[in-house]
């Protein structure tokens, strides 16, 4: 289960996230799932690192912290 934030806006990545995926977050500049959620399902899914099991780790994390990508 991922840590809810605080502060609203501030909500961590998951813990459990490889390093990879982590790096791969961090060269675009993404520290929190919402702005996951603003750079976009379709250009999350393009970074080099992040692979179906940190792609599902970040969903459910999301889904828990009720963010979700824009349609």
Do not use: C
């Amino acid at each position: 289960m991922s840590p809810k934030s605080n502060w609203p806006g501030h909500t961590p990545l998951p813990k459990g996230l490889a390093a990879p995926a982590r790096r791969a977050l961090a060269h675009e500049g993404i520290e929190t799932l919402e702005q996951l959620a603003e750079f976009g399902e379709l250009e999350t899914s393009k970074l080099h690192g992040l692979g179906p099991v940190a792609i599902a780790q970040l969903e459910d994390a999301m889904e828990e912290s009720g963010i979700s990508f824009p349609r």
